[in-house]
Protein backbone atom coordinates (compact mmCIF):
# COMPACT_ATOMS: atom_id res chain seq x y z
CA UNK A 1 0.00 0.00 0.00
CA UNK A 2 2.96 2.44 0.90
CA UNK A 3 4.52 1.75 -2.21
CA UNK A 4 1.61 2.40 -4.17
CA UNK A 5 1.60 5.34 -2.51
CA UNK A 6 4.66 6.47 -3.21
CA UNK A 7 4.37 5.39 -6.88
CA UNK A 8 1.40 7.93 -7.52
CA UNK A 9 2.94 10.76 -5.39
CA UNK A 10 6.36 10.86 -7.71
CA UNK A 11 4.07 10.57 -11.22
CA UNK A 12 1.32 12.71 -10.54
CA UNK A 13 1.15 15.58 -12.69
CA UNK A 14 -1.39 18.55 -13.45
CA UNK A 15 -3.32 18.58 -16.77
CA UNK A 16 -4.10 21.09 -19.11
CA UNK A 17 -6.42 23.50 -17.47
CA UNK A 18 -4.96 23.09 -14.28
CA UNK A 19 -3.45 25.77 -12.05
CA UNK A 20 0.20 24.74 -12.32
CA UNK A 21 1.38 23.73 -8.56
CA UNK A 22 2.78 26.36 -6.51
CA UNK A 23 6.39 25.95 -5.58
CA UNK A 24 9.50 27.81 -3.78
CA UNK A 25 12.88 26.72 -4.84
CA UNK A 26 16.51 27.47 -4.92
CA UNK A 27 18.01 28.63 -8.35
CA UNK A 28 20.76 29.05 -9.97
CA UNK A 29 19.59 33.07 -10.32
CA UNK A 30 18.20 33.36 -7.00
CA UNK A 31 15.17 32.06 -5.02
CA UNK A 32 11.81 31.28 -6.84
CA UNK A 33 8.49 31.88 -6.13
CA UNK A 34 6.26 30.51 -7.95
CA UNK A 35 3.47 31.66 -9.79
CA UNK A 36 4.33 35.18 -7.89
CA UNK A 37 7.47 36.08 -9.14
CA UNK A 38 5.55 35.80 -12.74
CA UNK A 39 2.72 37.32 -12.64
CA UNK A 40 0.84 38.67 -16.06
CA UNK A 41 3.64 36.43 -17.60
CA UNK A 42 3.55 33.52 -20.02
CA UNK A 43 6.17 30.55 -18.37
CA UNK A 44 8.04 27.51 -19.95
CA UNK A 45 9.19 25.08 -17.04
CA UNK A 46 11.28 22.27 -18.77
CA UNK A 47 13.21 19.44 -16.66
CA UNK A 48 16.02 17.47 -17.95
CA UNK A 49 17.43 14.20 -17.11
CA UNK A 50 21.07 15.17 -15.51
CA UNK A 51 23.58 18.04 -16.06
CA UNK A 52 26.42 17.46 -18.17
CA UNK A 53 24.57 15.08 -20.70
CA UNK A 54 24.80 15.80 -24.27
CA UNK A 55 21.07 16.41 -25.02
CA UNK A 56 20.82 18.12 -22.13
CA UNK A 57 23.67 21.09 -23.10
CA UNK A 58 22.28 21.14 -26.85
CA UNK A 59 18.86 22.23 -25.34
CA UNK A 60 20.22 24.74 -22.88
CA UNK A 61 22.33 26.25 -25.44
CA UNK A 62 19.38 26.92 -27.94
CA UNK A 63 17.10 27.98 -24.82
CA UNK A 64 19.50 30.44 -24.02
CA UNK A 65 19.89 31.98 -27.30
CA UNK A 66 16.95 32.13 -27.89
CA UNK A 67 15.86 33.90 -24.63
CA UNK A 68 15.05 37.33 -25.87
CA UNK A 69 13.08 35.98 -28.62
CA UNK A 70 10.59 34.14 -25.54
CA UNK A 71 10.62 37.74 -24.05
CA UNK A 72 9.31 39.68 -26.43
CA UNK A 73 6.29 37.01 -26.39
CA UNK A 74 6.12 37.90 -22.96
CA UNK A 75 7.36 34.41 -21.73
CA UNK A 76 10.23 33.46 -19.11
CA UNK A 77 12.33 30.07 -19.48
CA UNK A 78 12.79 28.33 -16.02
CA UNK A 79 14.87 24.98 -16.29
CA UNK A 80 14.91 22.16 -13.76
CA UNK A 81 16.98 19.00 -12.92
CA UNK A 82 17.54 16.53 -9.73
CA UNK A 83 20.99 18.24 -9.36
CA UNK A 84 22.26 20.51 -6.72
CA UNK A 85 23.18 24.44 -7.59
CA UNK A 86 27.00 23.25 -7.72
CA UNK A 87 26.50 20.86 -10.51
CA UNK A 88 24.17 23.47 -12.49
CA UNK A 89 26.70 26.33 -11.88
CA UNK A 90 29.75 23.92 -13.09
CA UNK A 91 27.82 22.51 -15.73
CA UNK A 92 26.42 26.21 -17.18
CA UNK A 93 30.29 27.34 -16.81
CA UNK A 94 31.27 24.49 -19.11
CA UNK A 95 28.68 25.59 -21.58
CA UNK A 96 29.72 28.75 -21.37
CA UNK A 97 33.57 28.37 -21.29
CA UNK A 98 33.87 25.63 -24.09
CA UNK A 99 30.73 24.22 -25.65
CA UNK A 100 30.63 25.14 -29.21
CA UNK A 101 27.53 23.82 -31.16
CA UNK A 102 25.63 24.53 -34.36
CA UNK A 103 27.72 27.93 -34.28
CA UNK A 104 26.47 28.74 -30.73
CA UNK A 105 29.32 29.46 -28.44
CA UNK A 106 30.30 31.38 -25.48
CA UNK A 107 26.79 30.90 -24.80
CA UNK A 108 25.31 32.03 -21.20
CA UNK A 109 22.42 30.73 -19.38
CA UNK A 110 20.84 33.53 -17.82
CA UNK A 111 17.23 31.91 -17.01
CA UNK A 112 17.11 30.28 -13.87
CA UNK A 113 17.85 26.27 -13.50
CA UNK A 114 16.02 24.80 -9.94
CA UNK A 115 17.92 23.07 -7.43
CA UNK A 116 15.41 19.74 -6.75
CA UNK A 117 17.72 17.46 -4.99
CA UNK A 118 14.70 16.70 -3.05
CA UNK A 119 12.39 16.06 -5.60
CA UNK A 120 9.83 18.54 -4.10
CA UNK A 121 9.07 20.42 -8.36
CA UNK A 122 9.40 17.45 -10.14
CA UNK A 123 6.56 15.14 -7.91
CA UNK A 124 4.30 18.18 -7.94
CA UNK A 125 4.96 18.54 -11.99
CA UNK A 126 5.09 14.43 -12.09
CA UNK A 127 8.62 14.95 -13.97
CA UNK A 128 10.09 11.97 -12.22
CA UNK A 129 8.21 8.70 -13.53
CA UNK A 130 9.31 4.86 -12.18
CA UNK A 131 9.41 3.47 -15.45
CA UNK A 132 11.83 5.66 -16.93
CA UNK A 133 13.65 6.51 -13.71
CA UNK A 134 13.27 6.91 -10.11
CA UNK A 135 16.09 9.15 -9.86
CA UNK A 136 15.80 11.99 -12.78
CA UNK A 137 12.97 13.90 -14.09
CA UNK A 138 11.79 12.84 -17.64
CA UNK A 139 12.73 15.44 -20.71
CA UNK A 140 9.02 17.57 -20.09
CA UNK A 141 8.21 21.13 -20.76
CA UNK A 142 5.23 22.47 -19.00
CA UNK A 143 3.96 25.88 -20.57
CA UNK A 144 1.56 28.28 -17.99
CA UNK A 145 -0.32 30.93 -19.33
CA UNK A 146 -0.44 34.11 -17.20
CA UNK A 147 -2.85 33.21 -15.18
CA UNK A 148 -0.45 30.53 -13.74
CA UNK A 149 -2.74 27.67 -15.92
CA UNK A 150 -1.36 24.70 -17.74
CA UNK A 151 -2.06 25.23 -21.55
CA UNK A 152 0.49 23.14 -22.82
CA UNK A 153 2.44 19.75 -21.63
CA UNK A 154 5.71 18.04 -23.98
CA UNK A 155 7.00 15.32 -23.30
CA UNK A 156 10.18 13.58 -25.14
CA UNK A 157 12.06 10.58 -24.79
CA UNK A 158 15.19 10.59 -22.91
CA UNK A 159 17.12 10.14 -26.68
CA UNK A 160 15.24 12.58 -28.50
CA UNK A 161 16.10 16.48 -28.27
CA UNK A 162 13.50 19.25 -28.07
CA UNK A 163 12.56 21.42 -30.82
CA UNK A 164 12.60 24.98 -29.70
CA UNK A 165 10.75 26.70 -32.74
CA UNK A 166 7.99 24.37 -31.85
CA UNK A 167 7.81 25.47 -28.32
CA UNK A 168 7.76 29.00 -29.67
CA UNK A 169 5.08 28.69 -32.51
CA UNK A 170 3.02 26.72 -29.48
CA UNK A 171 3.30 29.97 -27.67
CA UNK A 172 2.73 32.68 -30.62
CA UNK A 173 -0.21 29.88 -31.67
CA UNK A 174 -1.90 30.16 -27.95
CA UNK A 175 -1.79 33.48 -27.73
CA UNK A 176 -3.50 34.74 -30.47
CA UNK A 177 -5.95 32.25 -30.11
CA UNK A 178 -6.81 33.86 -26.89
CA UNK A 179 -6.63 37.29 -28.20
CA UNK A 180 -8.68 36.75 -31.44
CA UNK A 181 -10.38 33.58 -29.99
CA UNK A 182 -9.69 31.71 -33.49
CA UNK A 183 -8.00 28.42 -33.74
CA UNK A 184 -4.82 27.35 -36.03
CA UNK A 185 -4.82 24.45 -38.24
CA UNK A 186 -2.38 21.85 -38.83
CA UNK A 187 1.47 23.24 -39.46
CA UNK A 188 0.08 26.79 -38.68
CA UNK A 189 2.99 29.40 -38.99
CA UNK A 190 2.59 32.85 -37.89
CA UNK A 191 1.06 34.80 -40.82
CA UNK A 192 -1.04 31.55 -41.97
CA UNK A 193 -4.73 31.78 -42.46
CA UNK A 194 -6.17 31.12 -39.42
CA UNK A 195 -9.68 28.94 -38.09
CA UNK A 196 -13.17 30.48 -37.28
CA UNK A 197 -14.48 28.84 -34.44
CA UNK A 198 -17.55 26.39 -35.87
CA UNK A 199 -20.49 28.27 -35.61
CA UNK A 200 -23.30 27.64 -32.96
CA UNK A 201 -26.78 27.23 -34.87
CA UNK A 202 -27.94 26.36 -38.65
CA UNK A 203 -28.80 30.11 -39.49
CA UNK A 204 -25.11 31.30 -38.62
CA UNK A 205 -23.81 28.09 -40.47
CA UNK A 206 -25.77 29.29 -43.34
CA UNK A 207 -25.07 32.96 -43.43
CA UNK A 208 -21.33 32.08 -43.08
CA UNK A 209 -20.90 30.06 -46.11
CA UNK A 210 -23.02 32.60 -48.02
CA UNK A 211 -20.82 35.24 -46.54
CA UNK A 212 -18.60 37.52 -49.35
CA UNK A 213 -16.53 38.68 -46.93
CA UNK A 214 -13.12 39.01 -48.55
CA UNK A 215 -11.23 37.93 -45.81
CA UNK A 216 -13.29 34.70 -45.13
CA UNK A 217 -13.52 31.56 -46.70
CA UNK A 218 -15.48 28.22 -45.87
CA UNK A 219 -14.46 24.64 -46.94
CA UNK A 220 -17.94 23.37 -45.68
CA UNK A 221 -20.17 24.98 -43.39
CA UNK A 222 -18.04 23.46 -40.13
CA UNK A 223 -14.76 24.67 -41.45
CA UNK A 224 -13.92 28.70 -42.65
CA UNK A 225 -11.10 30.29 -42.32
CA UNK A 226 -9.97 33.77 -42.10
CA UNK A 227 -7.02 35.17 -44.39
CA UNK A 228 -3.67 36.82 -42.84
CA UNK A 229 -2.31 38.15 -45.74
Request: aromatic share 10%; proline share 7%; net charge negative.
Amino acid sequence: MEENKTMQEVTKLPLIGDPAPSFRAKTTMGPLNFPEDYKGKWVILFSHPADFTPVCTTEFMTFATMQEDFRKLNTELIGLSIDSIYAHIAWLRTIKEKIEFKGMKNVEVNFPVIEDLKMDVSKKFGIVQPNASTTQAVRAVFIMDPEANVRAILYYPLSTGRNMDEIKRMIIAMQKADKEQIATPANWEPGDDVIIPPPGSCGTAKDRVESKDDDKYCLDWFMCFRKEK
